[in-house]
């Protein structure tokens, strides 16, 4: 099963912020999160490995809550480069594992 | 570049014949993944390689598909016979180990007429 993310779909304007969730049935031991642009190759954002980590660069961030298995990512002060569709991303346990990649949420920034 | 190569980015097989898909890993990059995408949808996994070793083929369909990662070369993902239902893009990522992040090449294309 994979996870699935809320929003599927989210136009904002360039400056806004969005918040992408992503919830799983199974257990989640870690969350990836990935932003792949149309035509192209997913793009590692970020991992976050412990129940309760938070992580963020540059103005994009995200939070796990392992209890619960959700995980949520923010987007703040939204720019034109986001654009693209974001994928919430579960690995197993153990080593060289498996991804299995979440919905998706197609974000869109407009001027 | 040092990043994850794919070969070759685009290919157009016309149905029954054989697709040879490349990949050559992140410098320093021993695990190998291929994922499958179908338009609209995310990335399904497919298979995990260790040079030499297949270390996960639950994705893969029991027939048709086979993928190896020798000694020397490339990582490839052979699919035999093909159909119209294996059009698709297939992508390829690697990581250093098991659980460091995991890092996508631009994919290939394929086409079946």
């Known amino acids: 099963q994979q996870p699935v993310q809320s929003p599927q779909a989210v136009i904002l304007r360039e400056g806004e912020d969005a918040v992408i969730n992503c919830s799983s049935s199974k257990a989640l031991y870690s969350v990836h999160w990935y932003r792949q642009k149309h035509g192209e190759a997913p793009v590692f954002l970020m991992i976050?490995?412990?129940?309760?980590e938070q992580k963020g660069h540059d103005k994009i961030s995200a939070s796990f809550n392992e209890k619960k298995q959700q995980s949520s990512l923010y987007l703040t002060a939204s720019q034109l480069s986001y654009s693209g569709t974001y994928f919430c991303v579960s690995a197993g346990t153990g080593g060289g594992n498996k991804l299995t990649f979440g919905t998706g949420t197609q974000l869109k920034v407009e001027l | 570049n040092a990043g994850v190569m794919q070969n070759p980015r685009h290919l157009v097989r016309r149905r029954g014949q054989e697709a040879r898909l490349r990949c050559s890993p992140m410098?320093?990059?021993?695990?190998v993944y291929w994922y499958r995408q179908l338009p609209e949808e995310g990335l399904k996994f497919m298979v995990y390689?260790?040079?030499?070793?297949?270390?996960?083929e639950s994705g893969m369909p029991k027939e048709r598909f086979s993928a190896e990662f020798p000694k020397e070369g490339p990582s490839i993902l052979r699919i035999q016979q093909v159909v119209r239902g294996d059009s698709a893009a297939y992508f390829c990522?690697?990581?250093?180990?098991?659980?460091?992040?995991?890092?996508f090449g631009d994919g290939t294309r394929l086409s079946i007429l």
């Open positions: 976050l490995l412990k129940g309760g």
């Open positions: 410098k320093g990059h021993s695990h």
């Open positions: 990522a690697s990581s250093g180990s098991g659980n460091q992040p995991q890092h």
């Open positions: 390689l260790q040079k030499e070793n297949i270390i996960d």
